[in-house]
């Protein structure tokens, strides 16, 4: 049974529930006690802004045994038959005229029968009926303002006492306090939230650039990012898409064309909680296969776009216009596309989108663009985000991802940037090295045109000093001679010796001459041949013969070997008569004193092979392959004035070449112990017999 309580004793036991409880408990004990207090059968304590019931709010309520019996003694409710709940959503409009009073002039309103009063009865009231018959209100005060209410109710008539008044007076300024400590506390706790939600946004902005700043590689980038962004929105799954322009001049949107644009996935992220990926399945016991290879197809996906060295060519990928969201997306952007239940748009989608997105079990969307800046801003991708549960997203998560998407946006674009400045440098390095090489090929060419200049200016100057020296000895004989010859007073014999020596030096003159002329007349090969049957074993013995004679003074002898020969031999004999003298000449004019000449001569397979060796200095190895240019001679041979102009070996070999021979040189140390300082140097002459080419240039 309860007692009456003092007024000033009520208020005591709001202050002291006020000093002891928790605040989410400070309300309900409030209601209960002065719903005790009073004697009452429901006591509602509510926070009120702009005529609306706010939190904090509590309602107490007496267990309605006995609500069929209105006209019970209530001097016998015990607090054993009551009970404190948390008002969530209450049955009392405020809106009712009742209040009127109460919430715009703070006056008390006590109505023993709301029923049977002269309000109820009105047509102005609403129809709408209050849950009890006896009513008690008062304002609940702060600061000498309103900023609460308290409602007793009885579910029976009942005459509220000048006692219950004063109680009601006393609880308004400790519940107002009560009511005012409660909403400070909350405001506390929300700014506390939200300080929380903006240091977790801004290290999830942190962790972006940081991203941006030690990777180089853009699918680590985006990866990094979209796992960031997921668990820091607390989302079920986010992916990062990437347009590609399959027509570059429709980078910018256009509002009458659908540019043909190919959308790429390249990272994607769920979040790491086990119950946030179980919500995305479908409970349906009959979709766990459709459901496992989903998961299966997001762990591919998930580790290819983490790979680093994937092709992008190997992501999964869609036609824009195959996507009626990612379409939306990209005509809405740069703004987002929230949608805080997408049920109906994602029923909409294709199949093949519909998959690579993900979509199933998803009902809370989210699209941010990745834009490229500028008036018209281009479109890079998208930033997705996807919830299995409807979900609001909030200005501050909207403007978060902006900024995200900002981020990523810079990070492609400095990426594509870096990636065609590499291109250039590459294209541009390898012009370069191209140009180098080419370059170096010049240089090269150069310098072995330099040396061929420098040589040709060596064979020239040796020409020059050759030719000074074959011209003017025997100019100078001439001249010397015919002075000679002037003076009348000298001998016959005298006279006679002059005129030989000028037939001689004569003679020489003549033969450089014509030397040049049959050099000059046979480099082209443009002289007829005539064919004449030689008998080439004469041939040698009648040269053999004359050379003994001129060797004499040498001590140098000439060495025939002549097997058995072809008697007779088709070629043209004044060219080969040349030749064999201009060998012979050149073997005696470098062979050493006392040594021998050898002559040789073979039958191979229709060739005629001769071979001329003189032993003496020899040929260096420098000198060999250019032993046949004109004018050329060996080293040293002019400075030791043996005789000669660099002549008779070059036209040796167009004499040979004439008669469709060829002649080899070759020179090296000799055998013999007895000659163990000079070298061997051979000449060998291969020559056909009859060949079709000879008798044809002879008919």
């Not at 001590?555 to 003298?581: A, Y």
Request: with cysteine.
């Amino acid at each position: 049974m309860h007692y009456p309580v003092d007024p000033a004793l009520l208020g005591q036991q709001i202050c002291q529930i006020l000093a002891t409880s928790f605040d989410r408990e400070i309300l309900l004990q409030i209601a209960n006690t002065l719903g005790v207090a009073c004697q009452a059968d429901l006591c509602l304590v509510a926070a009120v802004v702009d005529q609306k019931v706010v939190n904090p709010n509590a309602c107490w309520q007496l267990w309605s045994d006995r609500q069929n019996a209105a006209g019970a003694a209530d001097s016998t409710q015990t607090p054993e038959h009551s009970q404190t709940t948390k008002l969530k959503s209450p049955s009392i409009s405020l809106e009712h005229p009742i209040w009127a009073n109460v919430l715009a002039n703070g006056e008390r309103v006590a109505i023993s029968d709301y029923q049977d009063s002269l309000a109820a009865s009105s047509p102005n009231f609403p129809v709408t009926p209050l849950p009890f018959r006896a009513i008690l209100a008062g304002p609940a005060r702060f600061g000498g303002a309103v900023n609460g209410m308290m409602i007793l109710g009885k579910s029976h008539p009942h005459e509220w006492s000048v006692t219950d008044l004063q109680r009601l007076e006393a609880a308004s300024n400790p519940i107002g306090i009560a009511i005012s400590h409660i909403q400070k506390t909350q405001e506390i706790a929300n700014l506390n939230e939200q300080l929380q939600r903006q240091a977790k946004y801004k290290n999830l902005l942190m962790s972006v650039a940081a991203s941006i700043d030690t990777n180089s590689e853009l699918d680590r980038i985006l990866q990094q990012v979209i796992e960031n962004t997921v668990d820091t929105l607390e989302v079920d799954r986010g992916q990062i898409l990437l347009l590609k322009y399959t027509d570059p001049l429709f980078k910018t949107r256009s509002p009458n064309q659908n540019p043909k644009v190919k959308v790429e996935l390249v990272g994607e992220s769920a979040l790491k909680k086990d119950a946030k990926k179980q919500a995305i399945a479908p409970s349906d016991a009959g979709k766990k296969s459709s459901t496992s290879k989903t998961k299966n197809k997001e762990k591919i996906a998930n580790s290819k776009s983490k790979n680093p060295n994937s092709k992008p060519n190997n992501s999964p990928a869609f036609l824009l216009s195959e996507s009626n969201l990612c379409d939306k997306a990209f005509h809405s952007a740069p703004k987002p596309l929230a949608l805080a239940d997408a049920g109906e748009l994602i029923g909409n989608e294709q199949e093949g989108a519909a998959e690579i997105l993900k979509l199933q079990g998803i009902r809370g969307l989210l699209l941010v663009p990745l834009t490229g800046g500028g008036y018209q801003e281009t479109v890079l991708g998208f930033l997705v985000l996807q919830h299995s549960e409807p979900r609001a997203w909030s200005p501050e998560e909207l403007e978060v991802l902006e900024s995200v998407s900002a981020q990523a946006s810079r990070a492609i674009i400095q990426t594509q940037t870096l990636k065609e400045a590499q291109t250039l440098v590459f294209d541009r390095t390898a012009q370069l090295q191209q140009s180098l090489d080419v370059q170096a090929k010049l240089y090269e060419q150069s310098a072995i045109q330099l040396e061929q200049l420098r040589k040709l200016k060596l064979i020239k100057d040796e020409f020059l000093s050759t030719m000074s020296h074959e011209l003017r000895t025997p100019l100078t004989i001439m001249k010397l001679a015919i002075l000679m010859l002037k003076q009348a007073e000298g001998p016959s014999a005298s006279r006679a010796k002059y005129l030989d020596i000028l037939e001689q030096q004569c003679s020489k003159e003549t033969a450089l001459v014509n030397d040049l002329l049959t050099l000059k007349q046979f480099e082209p090969q443009q002289v007829p041949i005539s064919l004449i049957k030689i008998d080439l074993k004469g041939l040698i013995q009648d040269l053999a013969g004359d050379f003994e004679k001129q060797w004499a003074d040498k001590q140098l002898t000439l060495k025939v070997d002549l097997p058995k020969l072809t008697p007779c031999w088709e070629t043209d004999p004044d060219s080969l008569k040349r030749v064999l003298l201009e060998l012979l000449t050149n073997a005696g004019k470098y062979s050493a004193s006392g040594t021998a000449v050898v002559l040789e001569a073979s039958e191979v397979a229709g060739y005629i092979v001769l071979t001329i060796s003189n032993f003496g200095p020899g040929i260096s190895a420098a000198d060999l392959p250019h032993i046949f240019d004109k004018f050329r001679r060996g080293t040293g041979i002019t400075d030791q004035a043996i005789p000669g102009t660099g002549l008779g070996l070059a036209l040796v070999k167009c004499l040979v070449q004439h008669l469709n021979g060829t002649i080899d040189v070759s020179s090296c140390p000799a055998k013999s112990s007895e000659t163990d300082e000079l070298w061997r140097t051979s000449f060998t002459l291969t020559l056909p017999q009859s060949p079709p080419e000879l008798s044809n240039l002879g008919e």
